[in-house]
């Protein structure tokens, strides 16, 4: 495009291209394709990443959480697997932990100097969630920070909610 006089058959060539190039069947659906291919860049992607894999770490250690706590009352590993894995999403899982626990999730974090995590931890899951849905350019350079403090952040939370919820007293 940068190349081309702006002009609407030069338009219509690079929708052309476009979709030759990556097989799309319709005008339309290679008119959808033309702002993210031209706003596509190698650093946008590894912001993306960022933002993926601090998610993904996240609802993992919140997993072993539950599975951890859910062992401590008695039931089995595998009994305990099953059930984080029947959770359906993060706010059942935070329900879970409020009757295991006796007091929200949001509340523990904040208690052990860890306010801005929660909300933190929150973001990050909307924005993977849109970006997950369709939104690819709904991760930013300044979200990338924020999950990358978040995840350092993470393990000074997940160690203090494990030694208070399952770490036995005798």
Known sequence: MRASDGSGAAYDKILNAIRLGLDVCTREDARKSYVPLLQYSDTHEEH???????????????????KRMIVKTGKGWEQARGAVRAMRGHRDREKEFAKLAGVSLRDVVARSKGSGFHF??????????????????????????KAFELAKE??????????????SDA
């Open 48 to 66: 993306q990443v960022v933002v993926l894999l601090t998610a993904a770490m996240l609802e993992k250690l919140f997993g072993e959480l539950l």
């Open 154 to 167: 993470a393990f000074r939370v997940f160690a203090h909610l494990h030694n208070e919820f399952c770490v």
């Open 120 to 145: 933190g931890w929150a973001e990050i899951r909307k924005l993977r969630n849109k970006f997950m849905h369709g939104m690819p350019f709904v991760i930013h350079v300044s979200d990338t920070e």
